[in-house]
């Protein structure tokens, strides 16, 4: 069974301090890996896209890796502000159009 | 603005009632997807449809919801005789190219009373 999982699910941090979430797959066949960020009652924001064939990508404060043989991915945020409060999502995509996401990680940055 | 656009964002509707959701892609995206989402989750996979074809629907998606894509650009997705359960946001998204980066609207927020 293709699942995904999220740790911690909530999480709470000073301004300014760096920090890492945590995205883990059952199934290390994945076609690609996206990252997102949803705001309260909100649609999902893409924020990153990793290609299986991908080791990290980049943008901004953001970097997220992949590692397909032990079936995690992480979204490191440097120098978090209060307007990165919100709940980050990791989706696995399957096959191209089967994509699976977690629970998501609620993160509140304190100013 | 040419994101995904969702309508209508809030439905409010008696059990029993049918209701019915439009979602407008990102254009020239060949792809469209149907998610729902409940509290405390992340979306679950509904349908996906490449141009004007369904091509796959999840177990979730019962017989009292129908999805259609007429001409390959806008969608809709009907639930006949909505049951407190169907309460969710529904959330479209659509995509192209070889690595389906997918682009989400605001969703509508379905309540059942």
């Known amino acids: 069974k293709q699942e995904v999982t999220q740790i911690p699910a909530a999480l709470s941090v000073p301004e300014g301090e760096n920090l890492v979430l945590n995205c883990s797959f059952t199934?290390?066949?994945?076609?690609?890996l996206q990252w997102f960020r949803q705001d309260p009652g909100k649609g999902l924001t893409s924020l990153l896209l990793?290609?299986?064939?991908?080791r990290e990508q980049t943008s901004g404060r953001l970097n997220a890796s992949l590692d397909k043989s032990s079936g995690r991915s992480t979204l490191y945020i440097a120098a978090s502000q209060p307007g990165d409060s919100a709940t980050y999502l990791c989706?696995?995509?399957?096959?191209?159009?089967?994509?699976?996401f977690g629970a998501g990680t609620r993160l509140t940055v304190k100013p | 603005d040419t994101g995904v656009s969702q309508d209508p964002r809030h439905k409010i509707t008696k059990r029993g009632q049918n209701v019915t959701f439009r979602c407008d892609p990102i254009?020239?995206?060949?792809?469209l997807y149907w998610y729902r989402q409940t509290l405390g989750q992340g979306p679950e996979f509904l349908t996906y449809?490449?141009?004007?074809?369904?091509?796959?629907k999840s177990r979730l998606l019962s017989d009292r919801f129908s999805a259609e894509r007429p001409k390959g650009s806008f969608s809709t997705l009907e639930i006949q005789r909505t049951e407190q359960g169907d309460s969710a946001m529904y959330l479209c998204?659509?995509?192209?190219?070889?690595?389906?980066?997918?682009?989400f609207g605001p969703g509508t927020r379905l309540t059942v009373l």
């Open positions: 998204a659509s995509s192209h190219g070889t690595y389906n980066e997918q682009f």
């Open positions: 199934d290390s066949a994945i076609y690609n």
């Open positions: 990793i290609q299986s064939s991908q």
């Open positions: 989706a696995a995509d399957y096959n191209n159009n089967d994509m699976r």
């Open positions: 254009s020239e995206h060949n792809r």
């Open positions: 449809f490449q141009n004007e074809a369904q091509l796959e």
